[in-house]
């Protein structure tokens, strides 16, 4: 376990807050007591940072917590896949929502949460995500939500025309995931 989460676990950060820590150093520290010198080691941090933990480590009531990331709903039956995307997008500064079935993400579609985005996998276990592409295209909110098809198949075409906005090929366009998303998003 790195010294930031051990850290972040005597003060009782979550873990997201934890990865915000990102220079965090242990310093012997001496001092003099009746009994001799004793030394400690401490964990210093900068003012920033500490500034940073107080705020995020206040309670706050519920009408005052805003995300200030844009979200992303991100339809992905893979665990594997799920788990490594959605860290991928979390490192790129964007909140994801995953939904692991079609049957899910259209209850969260349904919903009133904004998203900046959404990302489906074609291949889902009880629809396909051309399907899940029309019925966000069928709702009124939804109409002009950017959405990216990210499917195994080549489905470009068919994707195009449910209403998708982008398509890219597992696993050969995954690097290209990031940039495509933050061109949606800011087009």
């Given at each position: 376990m790195c010294?930031?989460?051990?850290f972040a676990e005597s003060v009782?950060?979550?873990?997201?807050?934890?990865?915000?820590?990102?220079?965090?150093?242990l310093r012997v520290s001496y001092a003099y007591d009746r009994r001799g010198f004793s030394f400690t080691e401490r964990a210093h941090l900068s003012r920033t940072h500490l500034m940073l933990i107080n705020e995020l480590s206040c309670p706050r009531p519920a009408w005052r917590t805003i995300v200030v990331q844009p979200a992303i709903l991100y339809v992905e039956n893979n665990l594997m896949l799920a788990q490594l995307v959605g860290d991928l997008l979390d490192l790129g500064g964007w909140h994801?929502?995953?939904?692991?079935?079609?049957?899910?993400?259209q209850t969260f579609l349904r919903g009133e949460q904004r998203y900046a985005l959404l990302l489906v996998d074609n291949e889902l276990r009880d629809t396909t995500g051309l399907e899940v592409v029309k019925f966000a295209r069928s709702l009124p909110h939804r109409e002009s939500l950017p959405i990216m098809?990210?499917?195994?198949?080549?489905?470009?075409?068919?994707?195009?025309?449910?209403?998708?906005?982008?398509?890219?090929?597992?696993p050969h366009?995954?690097?290209?995931?990031?940039?495509?998303?933050?061109r949606l998003i800011k087009g």
């Amino acid at each position: 376990m790195c010294l930031r989460n051990l850290f972040a676990e005597s003060v009782g950060l979550p873990d997201s807050t934890a990865m915000l820590i990102t220079r965090l150093r242990l310093r012997v520290s001496y001092a003099y007591d009746r009994r001799g010198f004793s030394f400690t080691e401490r964990a210093h941090l900068s003012r920033t940072h500490l500034m940073l933990i107080n705020e995020l480590s206040c309670p706050r009531p519920a009408w005052r917590t805003i995300v200030v990331q844009p979200a992303i709903l991100y339809v992905e039956n893979n665990l594997m896949l799920a788990q490594l995307v959605g860290d991928l997008l979390d490192l790129g500064g964007w909140h994801v929502w995953r939904a692991p079935d079609g049957t899910t993400a259209q209850t969260f579609l349904r919903g009133e949460q904004r998203y900046a985005l959404l990302l489906v996998d074609n291949e889902l276990r009880d629809t396909t995500g051309l399907e899940v592409v029309k019925f966000a295209r069928s709702l009124p909110h939804r109409e002009s939500l950017p959405i990216m098809l990210f499917s195994i198949e080549d489905c470009e075409r068919e994707a195009k025309e449910a209403g998708a906005n982008e398509f890219l090929r597992k696993p050969h366009d995954l690097f290209l995931l990031v940039e495509t998303i933050r061109r949606l998003i800011k087009g």
